[in-house]
């Protein structure tokens, strides 16, 4: 049976009416459709799907899991209304998840690249020569959806700190052979020195950031590179520093990014970086998060506005994805009240609907 619904929608605040018609949006009314939301008249809410946009279906906090267990990962996000994942690397081939209507729709960015010993072991893909990422990052851009993940920093034990993995050189031809082969990139960044290279040789997106200064955000809004700061999990850095008791100074300097990190990032959003949501959920995260992390870009500086389109309608366009729109799959989120009022709203949707079906 088709469905109706009516509310309002965002960022205008302006009423909308839609209909539902074998899993596709109408913006034309249709006979015969049951109204399930705004019966009463046209108060609530109705938003595209929310977008995780980093987020990792299929990763534990040791690397691969079971299908099952990725399954209910993916369940968790449909719950909360999170049906658009950016996966920023996972280990686990969760492709078969296409096939199915009942799954949030995931772009994958593949393998997470590192070199040995680099990232969290059972992760990464491990490349022995600096010289392979560039076939690497071909390989992983005709494997996933548009994008590829880089681990661009991580502890270096020989020098007891956050390090860089890859030389400015690789970096710029592995970068290039991503573009070549029509993917985005994007890495992992916690410190400092590893930004400069990353957004001069023509990063695309950059996740965590909490290394940024006035000239990487000056570089980072020159090249136009997005960032997604996951602020949510930057709150594990003070942990993770205290169980680093053999490098005191890779301590420090943890200690430090977090004490930092809302300023930093807030210096950002100022200048006109584009700021996108992501929980990196999947192994320190929880995931269904993404309340959270909309209330926590409200933190710096965000308008509660801003903030969910960082999550919404703002992220879809970035991920070149439809909102809400004639024709478009219908995966929207209804709320009896503004979810620009916090996650309690957020995390508790009146219904949510995937491809035309009620959740």
């Not at 249709?30 to 609530?44: I, K, Q, R, W, Y």
């Not at 987020?55 to 899991?65: R, S, T």
């Not at 994805?321 to 508790?348: F, K, Q």
């Amino acid at each position: 049976m088709p469905l109706h619904l009516r509310g309002h929608g965002l960022p205008d605040g302006e009423p909308v009416e839609w209909w539902i018609v074998e899993g596709r949006l109408s913006a034309e009314p249709v006979t015969g459709a049951e109204t399930v939301f705004g019966a009463e008249g046209d108060g609530g809410w109705i938003l595209p799907g929310l977008v995780d946009a980093h987020c990792h279906v299929g990763l534990g906090q040791h690397g691969p899991i079971e299908m099952a267990e990725a399954v209910a990962q993916a369940e968790t996000e449909r719950g909360v209304g999170a049906l658009l994942l950016r996966d920023a690397g996972s280990p686990t081939d969760t492709r078969g998840f296409d096939d199915r209507d009942d799954l949030p729709r995931i772009i994958r960015a593949g393998r997470h690249l590192a070199r040995p010993k680099r990232y969290q072991r059972g992760f990464a893909i491990e490349l022995t020569d600096e010289w392979q990422l560039p076939d690497a990052v071909a390989q992983q851009a005709r494997w996933g959806d548009g994008w590829v993940k880089l681990v661009g920093d991580w502890i270096d034990r020989d020098t007891g700190d956050l390090a860089p993995l890859w030389s400015d050189d690789v970096l710029e031809a592995a970068i290039d052979a991503a573009h070549a082969n029509g993917a985005r990139v994007t890495a992992h960044v916690f410190s400092e020195d590893a930004l400069p290279g990353l957004i001069k040789a023509g990063i695309d997106c950059i996740e965590h950031g909490t290394g940024l200064t006035d000239d990487t955000v000056d570089l980072m809004v020159q090249h136009g590179t997005a960032l997604v700061p996951t602020l949510i999990n930057i709150e594990n850095f003070p942990g993770i520093a205290a169980a680093a008791e053999r490098y005191p100074r890779y301590q420090r300097h943890m200690r430090d990014l977090h004490r930092t990190c809302a300023a930093r990032i807030g210096a950002a959003r100022e200048a006109g970086v584009p700021i996108y949501a992501g929980t990196d959920a999947g192994s320190a995260v929880a995931h269904g998060r993404i309340g959270d992390e909309i209330d926590a870009l409200k933190g710096i500086g965000m308008t509660a506005t801003d903030a969910l389109g960082a999550a919404c309608w703002d992220a879809r366009q970035w991920l070149h994805r439809p909102a809400l729109e004639h024709g478009a799959s219908a995966d929207l989120v209804c709320y009896a009240e503004d979810p620009r009022g916090g996650a309690h709203i957020i995390d508790d949707p009146t219904l949510v609907i995937l491809r035309g079906a009620i959740y």
